[in-house]
């Protein structure tokens, strides 16, 4: 299948955020959820049909990819960096996206360091947000730190990274992106245990979970953050791109 035609994104924006809304009532939640698209691989042609419908949070996996999207795209987009995050390029993406807004992915202290580093508070006037990213699944191939070092990491960007600001926790599912609640509730437990151990509110710290085949089960499972792709871009080509 082509890339959405520009009716078919906003038809698709508006029927997720309609989603999200029914969702987040049903959970019988206070504050609205926040819906990430997820715009990797699609051209910005796709991203500002996005904008254009009022979208203005966007997630990006690739570092080369949104060094090259960001500045095409209007200033006041808030880009989360949702993919894997090397050491070595995390100076490059926090100079060249100055509305950068979070970085999901932090799994490391040594990344945490970096990022603390690199980001200007006197010059952006806002800490950068960061998620830890949690491993639920227990899959090797899949980043992200063991639930019971999510803890340690938490306090280590609270306590040691003056730049960043600690949103709270994140994880991905399944490969087949088939709902497993169980990964949920994990992440879930896991703040449990952060917020108790270094007395924060559970209602401040965020859970990211939820992708276009379980975000509203995720919303129902307590996340404040879904990265929706291909519901709202249609499908990727990856084949295209290489
Ligand atoms: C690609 C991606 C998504 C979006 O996945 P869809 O199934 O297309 O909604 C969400 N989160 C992460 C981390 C991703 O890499």
Same mark, same amino acid.
């Given at each position: #299948?082509? &890339?959405?035609?520009?009716?078919?994104?906003?038809?698709?924006?508006?029927?997720?955020?309609?989603?999200? /809304?029914?969702?987040?009532?049903?959970?019988?939640?206070?504050?609205?959820?926040?819906?990430? $698209?997820?715009?990797?691989?699609?051209?910005?042609? &796709?991203?500002?049909?996005?904008?254009? $419908?009022?979208?203005?949070?966007?997630?990006?996996?690739?570092?080369?990819?949104?060094?090259?999207? /960001?500045?095409?795209?209007?200033?006041?987009?808030?880009?989360?960096?949702?993919?894997?995050?090397?050491?070595?390029?995390?100076?490059?993406?926090?100079?060249?996206?100055?509305?950068?807004?979070?970085?999901?992915?932090?799994?490391?202290?040594?990344?945490?360091?970096?990022?603390?580093?690199?980001?200007?508070?006197?010059?952006?006037?806002?800490?950068?947000?960061?998620?830890?990213?949690?491993?639920?699944?227990?899959?090797?191939?899949?980043?992200?730190?063991?639930?019971?070092? &999510?803890?340690?990491? /938490?306090?280590?960007?609270?306590?040691?990274?003056?730049?960043?600001?600690?949103?709270?926790?994140?994880?991905?599912?399944?490969?087949?992106?088939?709902?497993?609640? %169980?990964?949920?509730?994990?992440?879930?437990?896991?703040?449990?245990?952060?917020?108790?151990?270094?007395?924060?509110?559970?209602?401040?710290?965020?859970?990211? #979970?939820?992708?276009?085949?379980?975000? %509203?089960?995720?919303?129902? #499972?307590?996340?404040?953050?879904?990265?929706?792709?291909?519901?709202?871009?249609?499908?990727?080509?990856?084949?295209?791109?290489?």
């Amino acid at each position: #299948m082509q &890339a959405a035609s520009e009716a078919m994104v906003s038809r698709a924006i508006a029927d997720v955020l309609q989603r999200v /809304a029914a969702a987040t009532q049903r959970a019988a939640r206070q504050r609205p959820v926040r819906l990430v $698209a997820v715009s990797k691989t699609k051209p910005v042609e &796709a991203l500002r049909e996005a904008y254009d $419908a009022g979208q203005r949070v966007f997630g990006e996996n690739y570092v080369q990819e949104i060094l090259d999207k /960001a500045p095409q795209m209007p200033a006041d987009v808030s880009w989360h960096f949702i993919g894997h995050l090397q050491t070595n390029k995390a100076k490059a993406l926090v100079t060249a996206v100055p509305n950068l807004s979070c970085v999901e992915t932090v799994d490391t202290q040594k990344l945490a360091n970096l990022l603390n580093k690199a980001w200007d508070v006197e010059v952006a006037k806002r800490k950068l947000d960061v998620f830890v990213q949690v491993n639920t699944s227990g899959e090797e191939t899949k980043y992200g730190v063991e639930p019971a070092d &999510a803890l340690p990491l /938490a306090r280590h960007v609270l306590q040691e990274c003056p730049n960043l600001r600690f949103c709270g926790l994140m994880t991905i599912g399944m490969p087949d992106y088939t709902s497993r609640p %169980e990964n949920f509730s994990m992440l879930e437990k896991c703040r449990e245990d952060v917020c108790q151990a270094l007395g924060l509110s559970v209602e401040e710290i965020e859970l990211s #979970m939820g992708m276009s085949g379980d975000f %509203e089960q995720a919303i129902q #499972m307590g996340s404040t953050n879904v990265r929706v792709g291909s519901t709202i871009f249609g499908a990727r080509d990856y084949s295209a791109k290489q």
